[in-house]
C-alpha cells in the first residue's frame, strides 16, 4: 500500500526513481509521481494511472534533469486518486516537495489553523498539510522545521522530504510505516521495500519510530526521537533483484506457486535436526499459559484459523483466532497467561500491529509469524518466527501463506512436544509428515493438470461457493478469498454444516460448489454436504486425497492432492485452489499480480 523510493547521487535520478516506482506496482496503488532537485528548483510531474504513464510524461519534462530526487505511488485515501491528490506534494512556495506513506488522523485540524493563517490547499489529501506545515515553520533550518512538523502529526507517516535551499540532500522521518535507507558508495538510497533498493544496494538501515534521517551523496546521519545523533550499522541482504523477477513466468502469482516447494524446504528442514523440531529463536515456557489467542488480517488470518485447530488438538489448551482489525477494538479479556500469537507476510500490517501491542499492553507473551526481517512486528514480538519465504510479490499471497502454515505445524508440533502431550511415536510420526510436506506441495503441483480446463468451464460464473469441515473449511475460506481478490468473482466459503441452516436457499442450477474433502474423519459428512447441494442443480468440483477414490462417485470434478498426515494436508490442499484462482483471473482478463483496489502491505485501517 503506497510505495517511497529516493535517491541521491551523481546519476540521473528520474531513472532511477521510475525504476523503483516499477519495483514497488506490487504494492496497490492508483497514481504516481517524482520530485527532483534541479538547478532551477523543485521540478514535480505526478499524474493518476499506472507508473508507464508518469516515464511517458517524464520523458517529454526535459526540466526534470537532476540527481536528487523523491517518487511515490498511491493508493488513495484521503482524495479520489486524481492527478492532483497524487504525490509528491509540493509546499505553496515551491520550497519543499514531500512524499508520505500513512494517515495523518488530526490533518483537518491543522488544515484548518494553516488555513486561517492565509494557506491556500490544493489537493484534498491529508499529505499535503505536512508540507505546509513545513513552509510555515521553514526558518532557514529543514531540520528543525521538519521536527517541529512532525510533533505535530497524529497518525503514521514515512516522510521523504525535498529542499530547494539544501541541495543534494533529502530529509526522512518514520513513525509505524516502515522507511530503509540503502547505502551505496557516493550516493545513497531510501524506500518503502527492499525491492525497489536491491538492484542498487544490499546494505540497508531500518529506520525507527520516532526516527529521522538526513540523507546526502556521502553520508547518512540518523537522528532518534529526541532529536540525538545515533550510530546504527547497515544489515546486508541475502537475496537478490533475480528472486523478486518473474523467471519466465507470466505473472508472478504463477512464479511463486510454484516455489512453494522450495519456500516450504526453507522453513521447515533446517528446523528440523536430529528427529527433532529445534526452535533456536523461541524461548518460551508453554507450561505458564491457559490460552493462545491467535490473530491476523486476510491471509494470515486464514492461516490462524488452521493453526488454531492443529494447536489445539496437539497441545489441549484452548485456543482461539480472530481478525486482528476485531480483536483491537473489543477489550479482550487477556492476562500474562495468554500468548498472542500474531501473523504477517510483511510486518506491517497496521491493524495486526496495534493488536500486538493490545497483547503486549494487557500483559499477555507475544509471538510473531512474519516473513520481513526487521519488520515492525518482528521487533514489537517479545519471540518472532521468520517464514523465510523469500520475497513475494504478487498481492495475493501463495508461498507466504503455505509458509504460515508450516510455521504453525512446526509450533504445534514443539509446543505439544514441550507440554508432555506427544508420545514418542506420535511425535515422530508428525515429524516425519512435516519433512515430506515440500515434495508433498510439489506432488500437489503435479496432480493440478486439469484446473486450466476446469476454469476455462467454470470462468463465468458469478457466484461461487466453497465448503468444508473443520480444518477444510478453515482452507475453503482461503481458497475463496483467493478466487475473489484476484478474479472479482463473489466467492463465499461456508462451514458445511451450516447448508441446512440457510445457505443452500442460495444453491440453484449450474452453481458451482466447490467441496473440500481431505479431512478423512468427517468424509461421510461432507459427502452428505456434496449430494445436498447436487440434488437442487449444483456443480460440484471436489478437493480430495489421492486414495479417496469414492469422491468420483459423489462429485462433478475431483482435484487430487496427495495423501498427508490428518493434521498436515491444508499445506497441499490449498495448491490447486490457487490455481483454480489463477486461471479464473487469467480468463476472466483480470490484472493478476496487482488487483484493483488492493495492496500488498495494508499500513493504514
Given at each position: 500500500m503506497c510505495g517511497i523510493i529516493g535517491y541521491t547521487g551523481s546519476d540521473p535520478a528520474v531513472p532511477i526513481l521510475l525504476d523503483g516506482l516499477k519495483k514497488l506496482e506490487y504494492r496497490g496503488y492508483d497514481s504516481a509521481g517524482i520530485a527532483v532537485q534541479t538547478?532551477?528548483?523543485?521540478?514535480?510531474?505526478?499524474?493518476?494511472?499506472?507508473?508507464?504513464?508518469?516515464?511517458?510524461?517524464?520523458?517529454?519534462?526535459?526540466?526534470?534533469?537532476?540527481v536528487c530526487g523523491i517518487g511515490?505511488?498511491?493508493?488513495?485515501?484521503?482524495?479520489?486518486?486524481?492527478?492532483?491528490?497524487?504525490?509528491?506534494?509540493?509546499?505553496?512556495?515551491?520550497?519543499?516537495?514531500?512524499?508520505?506513506?500513512?494517515?495523518?488522523?488530526?490533518y483537518l485540524e491543522i488544515k484548518k489553523d494553516?488555513?486561517?493563517?492565509?494557506?491556500?490547499?490544493?489537493?484534498?489529501?491529508?499529505?499535503?498539510?505536512?508540507?505546509?506545515?513545513?513552509?510555515?515553520?521553514?526558518?532557514?533550518?529543514?531540520?528543525?522545521?521538519?521536527?517541529?512538523?512532525?510533533?505535530?502529526?497524529?497518525?503514521?507517516?514515512?516522510?521523504?522530504?525535498?529542499?530547494?535551499?539544501?541541495?543534494?540532500?533529502?530529509?526522512?522521518?518514520?513513525?509505524?510505516?516502515p522507511l530503509i535507507v540503502g547505502?551505496?558508495?557516493?550516493?545513497?538510497?531510501?524506500?518503502?521495500?527492499?525491492?525497489?533498493?536491491?538492484?542498487?544496494?544490499?546494505?540497508?538501515?531500518?529506520?525507527?519510530?520516532?526516527?529521522?534521517?538526513?540523507?546526502?551523496?556521502?553520508?547518512?546521519?540518523?537522528?532518534?526521537?529526541?532529536?540525538?545523533?545515533?550510530?546504527?550499522?547497515?544489515?546486508?541482504?541475502?537475496?537478490?533483484?533475480?528472486?523478486?523477477?518473474?523467471?519466465?513466468?507470466?505473472?508472478?502469482?504463477?512464479?511463486?506457486?510454484?516455489?512453494?516447494?522450495?519456500?516450504?524446504?526453507?522453513?521447515?528442514?533446517?528446523?528440523?535436526?536430529?528427529?527433532?523440531?529445534?526452535?533456536?529463536?523461541?524461548?518460551?515456557?508453554?507450561?505458564?499459559?491457559?490460552r493462545i489467542l491467535i490473530t491476523a488480517c486476510g491471509s494470515a488470518y486464514h492461516a490462524g484459523c488452521v493453526g488454531r485447530i492443529v494447536i489445539e488438538s496437539l497441545c489441549r489448551i484452548p485456543v482461539e483466532a480472530e481478525v486482528a482489525s476485531e480483536f483491537r477494538y473489543r477489550d479482550a479479556v487477556i492476562n500474562e497467561k495468554t500468548l498472542v500469537i500474531v501473523i504477517s507476510q510483511s510486518g506491517e500490517t497496521a491493524?495486526?500491529?496495534?493488536?500486538?501491542?493490545?497483547?503486549?499492553?494487557?500483559?499477555?507473551?507475544?509471538?510473531?509469524?512474519?516473513?520481513?526481517?526487521?519488520?515492525?512486528?518482528?521487533?514489537?514480538?517479545?519471540?518472532?518466527?521468520?517464514?523465510w519465504a523469500g520475497p513475494e510479490i504478487a498481492v495475493a499471497t501463495t508461498k507466504g501463506y503455505v509458509t504460515q502454515l508450516a510455521i504453525l505445524d512446526l509450533?504445534?508440533?514443539?509446543?505439544?512436544?514441550?507440554?508432555?502431550?506427544?508420545?514418542?511415536?506420535?511425535?515422530?510420526?508428525?515429524?516425519?509428515?512435516?519433512?515430506?510436506?515440500?515434495?508433498?506441495?510439489?506432488?500437489?503441483?503435479?496432480?493440478?493438470?486439469?484446473?486450466?480446463?476446469?476454469?476455462?468451464?467454470?470462468?463465468?460464473?458469478?457466484?461461487?461457493?466453497?465448503?468444508?469441515r473443520n480444518l477444510d473449511y478453515a482452507l475453503a475460506m482461503e481458497g475463496s478469498l483467493k478466487l475473489k481478490e484476484i478474479s472479482y468473482l463473489h466467492s463465499e466459503a461456508y462451514a458445511a454444516g451450516e447448508l441446512k441452516h440457510g445457505t443452500i436457499a442460495l444453491i440453484e442450477p449450474g452453481r458451482l460448489v466447490v467441496?473440500?474433502?481431505?479431512?478423512?474423519?468427517?468424509?461421510?459428512k461432507t459427502a452428505s454436504n456434496i449430494q445436498q447441494v447436487k440434488a437442487r442443480g449444483a456443480t460440484v468440483l471436489a478437493v480430495a486425497q489421492e486414495s479417496k477414490r469414492q469422491v468420483y462417485g459423489e462429485a462433478d470434478h475431483v482435484l487430487q492432492v496427495p495423501d498427508c498426515h490428518p493434521l498436515l494436508f491444508p499445506v497441499t490442499e490449498i495448491i490447486p485452489l490457487q490455481l483454480l484462482a489463477y486461471y479464473v483471473a487469467l480468463e476472466n482478463g483480470c490484472d493478476i499480480d496487482k488487483p484493483k483496489n488492493l495492496a500488498k502491505s495494508v499500513t493504514v485501517e
Open positions: 538547478k532551477d528548483g523543485l521540478h514535480m510531474i505526478k499524474a493518476s494511472g499506472k507508473v508507464e504513464h508518469l516515464a511517458a510524461l517524464a520523458a517529454q519534462a526535459p526540466d526534470l534533469e537532476g511515490h505511488t498511491r493508493w488513495a485515501t484521503h482524495g479520489s486518486p486524481t492527478d492532483i491528490n497524487a504525490h509528491p506534494h509540493m509546499s505553496a512556495d515551491g520550497r519543499f516537495a514531500i512524499v508520505h506513506n500513512g494517515i495523518i488522523e488530526n494553516l488555513e486561517e493563517k492565509g494557506v491556500v490547499f490544493a489537493s484534498e489529501t491529508d499529505t499535503e498539510v505536512i508540507v505546509q506545515l513545513l513552509a510555515y515553520y521553514y526558518d532557514g533550518d529543514v531540520r528543525k522545521s521538519l521536527t517541529r512538523t512532525i510533533r505535530r502529526l497524529e497518525g503514521s507517516y514515512a516522510l521523504a522530504v525535498l529542499c530547494a535551499d539544501v541541495p543534494g540532500t533529502v530529509f526522512a522521518a518514520r513513525m509505524s510505516s547505502v551505496g558508495a557516493g550516493e545513497n538510497y531510501f524506500a518503502s521495500d527492499i525491492t525497489a533498493l536491491i538492484r542498487h544496494t544490499k546494505d540497508v538501515i531500518d529506520l525507527e519510530d520516532g526516527e529521522t534521517a538526513e540523507i546526502s551523496p556521502d553520508s547518512v546521519v540518523i537522528y532518534d526521537r529526541y532529536g540525538s545523533r545515533t550510530e546504527k550499522a547497515p544489515r546486508h541482504i541475502l537475496w537478490d533483484i533475480a528472486a523478486a523477477e518473474k523467471g519466465g513466468y507470466d505473472h508472478f502469482m504463477m512464479k511463486e506457486i510454484m516455489e512453494q516447494p522450495q519456500a516450504l524446504q526453507a522453513t521447515i528442514v533446517p528446523r528440523i535436526k536430529g528427529g527433532q523440531i529445534v526452535l533456536d529463536s523461541v524461548e518460551l515456557d508453554m507450561t505458564k499459559f491457559d491493524d495486526t500491529i496495534a493488536a500486538l501491542k493490545e497483547g503486549k499492553n494487557k500483559g499477555a507473551s507475544t509471538l510473531a509469524i512474519v516473513n520481513v526481517v526487521g519488520s515492525t512486528i518482528a521487533k514489537l514480538a517479545d519471540q518472532v518466527i521468520y517464514t509450533f504445534a508440533v514443539w509446543a505439544a512436544r514441550k507440554l508432555g502431550r506427544l508420545d514418542d511415536a506420535s511425535y515422530k510420526k508428525l515429524v516425519k509428515g512435516l519433512k515430506a510436506l515440500p515434495a508433498q506441495a510439489q506432488r500437489a503441483l503435479d496432480l493440478s493438470a486439469g484446473v486450466k480446463r476446469l476454469a476455462a468451464l467454470y470462468h463465468d460464473r458469478q457466484s461461487i461457493f466453497f465448503i468444508g467441496a473440500l474433502c481431505c479431512c478423512e474423519r468427517l468424509y461421510e
